[in-house]
């Protein structure tokens, strides 16, 4: 209980302290019992263990209640009772990092299980409470959905429902759907395309005539939008369009009523992500619902999409677009639209003409095996739930949020790299292309978004992609701010190459290192912190009877031990922050929230549970057999 005369933060110290002492007692009599082999006694330490645990969920309630009122926006984002290791008092003290100063990015390392994921929580709560815009790639999922559950949990404390996204090919029926390419220039989607192409061929010859093809076919479609669309009115109509109709689709699919929070706190109203929909959706007219969308995006570049694409990579498909150029679509009289349209419609021909003149005038048969292996490699991506949630809808919900002025986005991305393997890196990929091809636009425009972005990535190393050190480089100056955690420094390196590794970790100006195992790591990270200089004096003695003299001098010590990193408890870490280095006992974060995510069953884990219960069945059947006989 707090005592009279003490400060918030002062019990909130003797709090985590207790915290510390508890979890240190559950440790020793869990190993004790691991070496009992006498039940009786096991028995006996096993109640000791109970009466022990009966006690944590008052301490934990409380601390966590006391770490919330640590939590003061004004001075910035929370990150817990921290130690300045180069003052000389070793002074506790709350720690802010001001989100003026927060144009840089943070890294967090450290092996599993040593509270990464709960600093992730922690952070986006309070990001989405400050009005941030938030993306979370959340790989694992996990027992609970604990990420999913806590963020949308933190968009209805923070009065911003409606800002909540999900986007999983596993759960198409939950997810929201993203056209990845929507938006991108002509060249900015081909070099998409190439990355993908790169991420399972070294080739460079390979990759360099999918880039090529994939440009052909995009610049004819562009010439043949503007040609037949000068003044941009008619793509404007159906962009809209395509907005209503995904809206009715959502509203059809229910997209947020099976995907919904089993209970929620009096001061929630669990029906809020499903009423903002249903509110939208009511205003479409009645006309458009009865329409029956057309899904020929042959005169429309806007919503290409990525099946699309593949759809027009073959030779003969090339070579039909060409035909049309040459012969079919003709540009609009000079005095229709203007001399400056007519010419600039006239030069997206030619460019679009020339290079379709290079890649068809390959071999039919050598660009049909290139072909095939391209088309294969978009086929992931467009076919099944992966496709639909892909290349189900011509525009991109997602990134258009970022440019709302009144409504935000509060994203959580699941791409299940154990699930889909590659088409995870490839959709997250293409994700954050799509990112950075929106900060592209205010890097020309000079027009900042109204928020600033945070992008969260959760076991970083499973989807790090060659050329994500662009955005690292980049990013920081153009509204987002990076958010990555991993267990390793190498995670980075095997992915990326040394070379490219080494420039996201330099444009990490917040490293936070946990505890680490491999002797390696630990060695590295201990290194990385530099050391502190300390002044030392020494009295010489000249012998008997003689006078000494003091000797005055400085000497560089490690901050930490490669032994310190190894040792370092759960839910501590170093962090170097705006020329200093602290460590820091990070804001606790409760195991599993009241409020968990009821996630719709899957159709091959419900065929899998048909089958595991049928086993039991026939072995009950077989055991009554045998007890009868």
């Known amino acids: 209980m707090k005592k009279k005369n003490q400060t918030d933060f002062e019990y909130l110290i003797e709090l985590k302290l207790k915290m510390k002492s508890f979890l240190e007692k559950e440790e020793e009599i869990r190993r004790r019992m691991d070496k009992l082999a006498d039940k009786k006694e096991f028995e006996k330490v096993q109640k000791e263990l109970d009466i022990h645990l009966s006690s944590f969920k008052k301490l934990e309630d409380e601390l966590v209640i006391e770490e919330k009122k640590m939590i003061n926006l004004d001075r910035g984002l929370y990150k817990g009772v921290a130690i300045n290791v180069r003052d000389k008092t070793y002074a506790k003290l709350p720690l802010y990092l001001k989100f003026k100063n927060m144009d840089n990015h943070l890294g967090y390392t450290g092996t599993t299980r040593v509270g990464k994921t709960k600093n992730m929580i922690s952070d986006a709560q309070q990001l989405i409470k400050k009005g941030w815009d938030v993306l979370i790639f959340d790989p694992k999922g996990g027992e609970g959905q604990e990420i999913l559950t806590e963020t949308i949990q933190a968009t209805l404390e923070s009065n911003r429902p409606e800002d909540f996204k999900f986007l999983s090919p596993a759960f198409s029926n939950e997810s929201e759907y993203a056209n990845l390419i929507y938006g991108m220039a002509d060249d900015e989607g081909a070099s998409l395309i190439r990355t993908f192409a790169e991420s399972v061929s070294d080739d460079g010859f390979f990759t360099g005539v999918v880039y090529e093809n994939t440009l052909a076919c995009l610049k004819s479609l562009t010439y043949i939008q503007a040609a037949t669309d000068p003044s941009g009115e008619y793509t404007k ?43 939208t959706t009511d205003k479409i007219s009645d006309d458009y619902i009865k329409r029956e969308a057309s899904n020929s995006l042959y005169q429309n570049r806007s919503m290409v999409t990525l099946k699309t694409l593949s759809n027009y990579i073959t030779f003969d498909s090339l070579t039909s677009l060409k035909v049309t150029i040459s012969s079919v679509i003709t540009i609009p009289p000079i005095e229709k639209i203007g001399r400056e349209r007519y010419l600039e419609i006239t030069q997206l021909r030619d460019e679009a003409l020339s290079i379709l003149d290079k890649v068809l005038s390959t071999d039919k048969t050598n660009f049909s095996k290139i072909a095939k292996t391209h088309s294969v490699l978009l086929s992931q991506l467009v076919y099944g739930d992966i496709g639909e949630v892909f290349s189900g809808i011509g525009i991109n919900p997602i990134a258009n949020r970022l440019l709302s002025e009144d409504k935000g986005l509060v994203c959580v991305m699941q791409p299940y ?184 069953t899957l159709e091959n884990e419900r065929s899998r549970r048909e089958i595991a219960a049928y086993e039991t069945q026939l072995l009950e059947n077989i055991h009554k057999m045998t007890i009868n006989e």
């Open 237 to 279: 109509k159906l962009e809209k369009l395509e907005l209503e109709k995904y809206m009715k689709l959502k509203t059809l699919k229910s997209v947020n009523k099976t995907l919904s929070v089993s209970k929620w706190n009096r001061t929630s109203n669990p029906n809020e992500l499903v009423i903002s929909t249903q509110k």
């Open 417 to 600: 790299p154990m699930k889909y393997k590659t088409v995870s890196n490839i959709s997250v990929m293409a994700m954050l292309k799509s990112i950075e091809s929106m900060m592209g636009l205010i890097g020309t425009s000079g027009r900042a978004n109204k928020r600033r972005l945070a992008i969260m990535i959760d076991e970083a190393g499973a989807v790090m992609y060659k050329g994500i050190e662009e955005l690292f480089n980049k990013a920081g100056g153009l509204g987002v701010t990076m958010f990555v955690y991993t267990q390793s420094y190498e995670d980075y390196s095997l992915t990326l190459g040394p070379t490219n590794a080494n420039v996201v970790i330099d444009n990490v100006n917040t490293p936070i290192t946990m505890r680490m195992n491999h002797p390696e790591s630990c060695k590295r990270a201990a290194e990385s912190l530099g050391t502190i200089r300390k002044h030392t004096s020494m009295y010489m003695s000249m012998g008997a009877g003689a006078s000494g003299r003091f000797s005055v001098g400085n000497e560089d010590e490690p901050i930490a031990l490669p032994e310190d990193m190894a040792e370092l408890p759960v839910g501590m870490g170093y962090m170097r922050h705006n020329g200093e280095t602290y460590l820091v006992d990070f804001p606790y974060v409760k195991g599993m929230t009241n409020y968990p995510i009821q996630m719709p």
